[in-house]
C-alpha cells in the first residue's frame, strides 16, 4: 500500500492491466500525446506506444463503436470520454451496440469494454461540461455501471472492470482526481468484485446510500452528526448496475432510517430506484419516509455551481429530517 | 486481377441465384406471419456481395445492414440455421434473438446486421484495427447504402480508417433511396464517391455488375491487406422492393419501380454467361433447381425447430 492522487491510481490500474494482458489497449481523445485532458494515461503513450496508446479525431460515436468491434475480434478496450458530458455523442454506440451485442448475438463474443468518464461539477463548468448521468445507463440492460470514490477504490474497481467479460460504465468524479489516499501497488494486484457496495462509516441511526463524490460529503456530515449524537451509516454503493441489495438492505434493517444522495439531479436519480427497491421489498423496516439528496432539476449551474452541487450540508439535513419524520 | 475460372463464375452466378430466392422465399413466409418484424430485401442488388466477397477469407469480417442477407449468404453463411434464425427459433446463429435485422456468425467473420443506419461501419472498423493491432493479413468489409453517408458514424470511421490507414474497404450500396427518400433529398453529390476526397482516401464507382465488382473490390482487398489503407467504393444499384416488404412505395410510383426491375443483374450475368457458353440453359435450370431444394431444406428446417423458453428472455444477461 502506498498514497497516491485518485488520477495516478486510474493511470496504475491501466498500465498493471496493460502489462497483464496485451489484449488491452486505451483509445481516446488526447490519451496519448498529450496524456490525456486531465492527465489518466500520463507516461504511457512513451511506454506502450501508439498502437495501444490510441489517439483519435473528436468523434466520441466513431471510436467507440470501433471499441465495440475490437472488442468482438477479443480485444479489451478501455474508452476515454474526456467529459462525461461528451458521452451523448456515443449514445448509440454504447446503448444500442455494446450493451446489446453479445446478448442479442447469441453470445458468439463478449463485449469487455471499459467506458470510462469524470463527472460531476467542480470545475465551474457550467451545463454541458457538469452532468452526472449515470441513471441513463444504469437503466440500459446488459451494462454495469461503477462509480469510485477513493484512490484504493479506483483502482481496484478499474482493474475488475478491465476484467470483466461485460461492457463497464466506469464513471469518475473531477473533483475527486487530485484526491489523495493509500491505493494497493502493483504486486498486491488487488481486484475489487463488481456489484458489492462498501461500508464507509457504521452507524445505527440512519443508513446513507452513496457513491462517488458525494460519499465524502456524506462521510463529512456523518462526522458532523456524530457531535450531536447522530450515528450515521455510510454504504458505498461502488456499483450502481448491479446494486449491492443484500448490503443496502441488512444496513437499512439495523438503522430503519434511509437516505440516499448522489450529486445527479435527484429526478430519476439512482436514488428513486433505491428507494422504490426498498419500498416494494422492505417497506416495514422503515421508521420513516425515505429522504433524496440531489442537485435540483435545472442545468448545472455556471456561477452558482457551489450552491448547485449537494453538500454535505445538504445531506446532514435530511439526515435530520428523516430521524424527525415517522408513519 | 486474374481473371475468375470457369467454375468461379458459375459459383458467382449460383450464389446471386441462392441470395434472390432467399429472399423471394422470406417474402413468402414474411407475409404468411411465420417471420415477425421487419424485412428488407436486396432483390436487385446480388452482384455487390457476390462480387466482393469472392476475395473474402472465413477469417475476414464483415458488418452488413437491416438489408443484409446478402452478405450474409455471400460470405458463406450456412441457410438452415440462418434460416432458423430468422424465424426466431433455438438453432440459430443467435438462439432466436436477432432475426433478420441483426443476424450474426461470428464464426465466418459476419459481425452482425445492424438496425442503426450506419452502425455497424465503426464496428468494422474495429475488426480491422484488430488485424493490425495483431499485424495478421485480415481485412475487414463495412457494408452500408448511401442514406448511411449522412451518417456521422460513415464520417468518423472514415476520417479515422485512412489516418491509420486501417485494412478496412467501405463498400456503399447506392441504390438510390434512403429509405423512403430519393437522393436528391439527401445528398448534395451525385456520387457517394464525391465524400473520399475530404479523408483522401482512394475511391471508384462501379455499375451493378458482378464481374465489375470482383474487379474493383479485388484490388480494394489486396491493397487493404498488404497494409496500404482503405478504399471507398460506390456500386450503383436499384432497389426493386420497397424499404420494407409491404411499402406500398406510393412516393415512388409504378414506372420507376418498373424502370429498376428492368434491371436485372442476375438476368444480365447469367445472358453474357450463356453468350460466353460458360453454361447452358440445361445448366441454368440445373442451379435453380438446386437451389429451390437448398431453401426448401432450410425452410423446412426453421419450421420445425422449437421456439427458446421465456425463460431465455432475460437469462445470461450478464456472463
Not at chain 1, 449514445?91 to 469487455?112: C, E, H, L, W
Amino acid at each position: 500500500m502506498k498514497d497516491t492522487r485518485y488520477i495516478f491510481a486510474i493511470k496504475e490500474a491501466m498500465e498493471e492491466e496493460m502489462e497483464r494482458d496485451e489484449n488491452v489497449f486505451l483509445i481516446g481523445e488526447d490519451v496519448g500525446l498529450a496524456g490525456g485532458s486531465f492527465g489518466a494515461s500520463k507516461g504511457l503513450y512513451e511506454k506502450f506506444g501508439p498502437e495501444r496508446i490510441v489517439d483519435t479525431p473528436i468523434s466520441e460515436l466513431g471510436f467507440t463503436s470501433l471499441a465495440a468491434g475490437a472488442a468482438s475480434c477479443g480485444l479489451r478496450p478501455i474508452v476515454e470520454i474526456m467529459f462525461m458530458d461528451f458521452v451523448t455523442c456515443a449514445m448509440d454506440s454504447i446503448v444500442n451496440q455494446i450493451a446489446k451485442m453479445r446478448f442479442m448475438f447469441g453470445n458468439q463474443y463478449t463485449m469487455p469494454v471499459v467506458v470510462r468518464m469524470p463527472e460531476g461539477g467542480g470545475l465551474n463548468a457550467g451545463p454541458q461540461h457538469s452532468q452526472c448521468l449515470e441513471a441513463w445507463f444504469a437503466h440500459v440492460p446488459g451494462l454495469k455501471v461503477v462509480m469510485a470514490a477513493t484512490p484504493y477504490d479506483v483502482k481496484a474497481l478499474l482493474k475488475a472492470s478491465i476484467r470483466d467479460d461485460n461492457p463497464v460504465i466506469f464513471i469518475e468524479n473531477k473533483t475527486l482526481h487530485a484526491r489523495k489516499g493509500p491505493a494497493a501497488e502493483a504486486a498486491e494486484d488487488v481486484v475489487l468484485p463488481l456489484g458489492k457496495a462498501d461500508v464507509k462509516r457504521e452507524g445505527s441511526d440512519v443508513t446513507v446510500v452513496t457513491a462517488s463524490r458525494m460519499v465524502h460529503e456524506s462521510l463529512k456530515a456523518a462526522d458532523t452528526l456524530a457531535s450531536e449524537g447522530i450515528d450515521v451509516e455510510v454504504v458505498d454503493l461502488m456499483t450502481i448496475q448491479p446494486w449491492d441489495r443484500e448490503t443496502v438492505f441488512n444496513s437499512i434493517s439495523k438503522t430503519h432510517r434511509l437516505v440516499v444522495a448522489h450529486e445527479a439531479v435527484k429526478q430519476f436519480g439512482f436514488g428513486a430506484e433505491i428507494s422504490a427497491a426498498v419500498a416494494e421489498e422492505i417497506l416495514d423496516e422503515l421508521d420513516a419516509p425515505i429522504m433524496r439528496v440531489g442537485a435540483p432539476f435545472a442545468p448545472a449551474s455556471y456561477s452558482l455551481e457551489k450552491f448547485y452541487v449537494p453538500s454535505a450540508d445538504d445531506v446532514a439535513a435530511a439526515v435530520k429530517k428523516t430521524l424527525e419524520g415517522s408513519f | 486481377m486474374k481473371k475468375p475460372s470457369k467454375a468461379k463464375l458459375i459459383e458467382f452466378y449460383s450464389t446471386m441465384v441462392r441470395i434472390r430466392k432467399v429472399e423471394e422465399k422470406l417474402m413468402e413466409v414474411f407475409s404468411t406471419g411465420e417471420i415477425l418484424g421487419f424485412l428488407h430485401v436486396s432483390i436487385g442488388q446480388e452482384a455487390a456481395p457476390v462480387g466482393v466477397c469472392a476475395h473474402l477469407h472465413a477469417t475476414d469480417f464483415i458488418s452488413t445492414t437491416h438489408r443484409g442477407h446478402g452478405w450474409a449468404v455471400a460470405k458463406g453463411i450456412e441457410l438452415n440455421r440462418a434460416m432458423a434464425e430468422l424465424f426466431g427459433k433455438k438453432e440459430g446463429f443467435c438462439l432466436g434473438r436477432s432475426g433478420s435485422m441483426h443476424l450474426a456468425d461470428a464464426s465466418i467473420g459476419i459481425m452482425g446486421a445492424n438496425g442503426i443506419v450506419g452502425g455497424g461501419i465503426p464496428i468494422a472498423a474495429g475488426a480491422a484495427f484488430t488485424a493490425q493491432y495483431r499485424k495478421t493479413d485480415q481485412v475487414a468489409v463495412a457494408t452500408f447504402g448511401e442514406g448511411a453517408t449522412g451518417e456521422g458514424a460513415f464520417h468518423e470511421t472514415l476520417n479515422f480508417a485512412a489516418i491509420r490507414k486501417l485494412p478496412i474497404i467501405f463498400v456503399c450500396e447506392n441504390n438510390g433511396w434512403a429509405e423512403f427518400s430519393p437522393r436528391k433529398i439527401h445528398m448534395p453529390v451525385e456520387s457517394v464517391t464525391s465524400r473520399a476526397a475530404a479523408y483522401d482516401m482512394p475511391t471508384v464507382s462501379m455499375p451493378n455488375d458482378v464481374l465489375a465488382i470482383y474487379e474493383e473490390a479485388g484490388k480494394a482487398i489486396e491493397k487493404a491487406r498488404k497494409g496500404d489503407g482503405p478504399t471507398l467504393l460506390e456500386i450503383r444499384s436499384d432497389r426493386w422492393y420497397g424499404h420494407y416488404v409491404g411499402d406500398a412505395q406510393q412516393y415512388r410510383g409504378k414506372e420507376l419501380v418498373d424502370q429498376a426491375m428492368a434491371k436485372d443483374c442476375i438476368l444480365n450475368f447469367e445472358n453474357e454467361l450463356l453468350k460466353k457458353k460458360v453454361f447452358s440453359k440445361q445448366d441454368v435450370e440445373k442451379i435453380h433447381a438446386q437451389v429451390d431444394a437448398q431453401v426448401e431444406e432450410a425452410v423446412n428446417f426453421a419450421r420445425q425447430c422449437p421456439f427458446p423458453d421465456v425463460s431465455e428472455m432475460v437469462e445470461g444477461l450478464y456472463v
